[in-house]
Every structure is written in structure tokens, then in C-alpha cells.
């Protein structure tokens, strides 16, 4: 399945390590643009117009759930994607910002079959990212990336799907020890969760 971008969602805030290399990040700086977040209501019909099934990415090198986008857009987002599953599309939707993504979801919320909800995890100081996801009715994956220090034990219960993810991308990528990725794949061996590569829908063929 081909997998693109649906940028619903442009610009982007540093919130945590793992977004000191990304390159959206350091476009909108050099630029010296605002970088907070915008809605983009002219892509918001590009999945429906599509008619090979397609994984969309959605707010690739942004986040959906960024404090600066509203709920009733989000929630439009949402009626995008419920009509796009005819389609035989599929939804990636990962964000850092786990807490709002948890509280959104819960109070106004209804995550469709074809949508998937992810965090963001670089290090172990981030786990409780998973614990905010837990509690979202939605299927549910965790990207261990990019990876900046130790996962350590971590509770995969309820995921369905992980994996580590490298950072390869920047002036100056940051390198992953492989015992950080070997004990990410063994933890996801023991609880039962399906590795992956870059995205879940990889391995699904």
C-alpha cells in the first residue's frame, strides 16, 4: 500500500528532544516563520479523491493535536477519514502531545476502524506518553524514535503495533545504540506486539 503525506496541518513547535533535528522544525526556523501550527482546510478532501487505497500520514511534520488546533477541526479531520474507509484507506495519526490527544479523543472523539492512534516515545523519561494512549478506544501503536537515549521497561499492553525508529534525518543525526533497539524488539517479542518498520502499515500487505 503507497503511503503519503496529508498535510492538514503545516508548521511545527519543538516540544521535546526529539524534535531538535526534524527538518520542519529547522525549515520554519531558518524562514524566521511563525511556526505554530494552521489548519489547511484545501487538503482536507484529498483522501476522498483518491481512489487506490492509500495510508495517509496525517499532519507529517506537524501534529494534529498541537494546542493551537481546535477541536472542531480536529473533529472534521475525523469525518474525513470515517468517509475515506469505503475507500480502502488507512489513517496514521502520531503525536507528541499524548495528553491532549487522550483528553480530545475521550470527550468528543469516535476513532474509525481504518485510523490508527500513535505517540511518539524517543526516550524513557516518555513513557507515560503509551499511558495516555491506553486510555483512547482506538487501535493503537507507539514509535520508539527518534530514539535519543534508553526505552527501559516499558508497559506495551493494549499496542498493536511498535517498533524503534532511528533517527536518519538532519545535519547531524543523533546515533541509536543498538542495545536500545535490541531491547525495544525483545520487549515487543515477549508482550506479543507486532514489530514494525517506519509505519504500521508496513508488514500489511
Known amino acids: 500500500m503507497k503511503i503519503v503525506p496529508w498535510e492538514v496541518v503545516i508548521g511545527c513547535e519543538r516540544i521535546s528532544l ?19 501550527p494552521s489548519a489547511q482546510l484545501i ?21 494534529l493535536f498541537h ?26 495519526v502520531i503525536t507528541k502531545r499524548a495528553e491532549r490527544m487522550e483528553m480530545v479523543s475521550n470527550r468528543f472523539l469516535e476513532w474509525p476502524d481504518n485510523a490508527i492512534a500513535g ?18 478506544k482506538a487501535r493503537r501503536m507507539v514509535s520508539f524514535g527518534p530514539l ?5 521497561k516499558v508497559d506495551l499492553q493494549g499496542i498493536e503495533v511498535a517498533g524503534p525508529v532511528p533517527e536518519t534525518w538532519g545535519p547531524n543525526p543523533r546515533h541509536a545504540k543498538q542495545e536500545w533497539i535490541d531491547e525495544i524488539e525483545l520487549q515487543c517479542k515477549q508482550q506479543g506486539v507486532r514489530l514494525f518498520e517506519q509505519h504500521w502499515i508496513a508488514g500489511s500487505k
Open 148 to 152: 535519543t537515549g534508553a526505552i527501559g
Open 119 to 136: 505517540v511518539a516515545v524517543e526516550e524513557g523519561r516518555y513513557n507515560w506518553r503509551i499511558d495516555c494512549l491506553r486510555n483512547i
Open 18 to 36: 526529539g524534535c531538535d533535528n526534524c527538518p520542519t522544525y529547522w525549515e520554519f526556523k531558518k524562514e524566521g516563520w511563525d511556526y505554530h
Open 67 to 92: 494546542e493551537s488546533i481546535s477541536t472542531e477541526f480536529i473533529q472534521t479531520v475525523f469525518e474525513i477519514m470515517k468517509d475515506a474507509e469505503p475507500l480502502g484507506h488507512q489513517f496514521e
Open 43 to 63: 487538503n482536507l478532501r484529498e483522501p476522498l479523491r483518491k481512489d487506490e487505497p492509500t495510508c495517509f500520514i496525517v499532519a507529517s511534520g506537524s501534529d
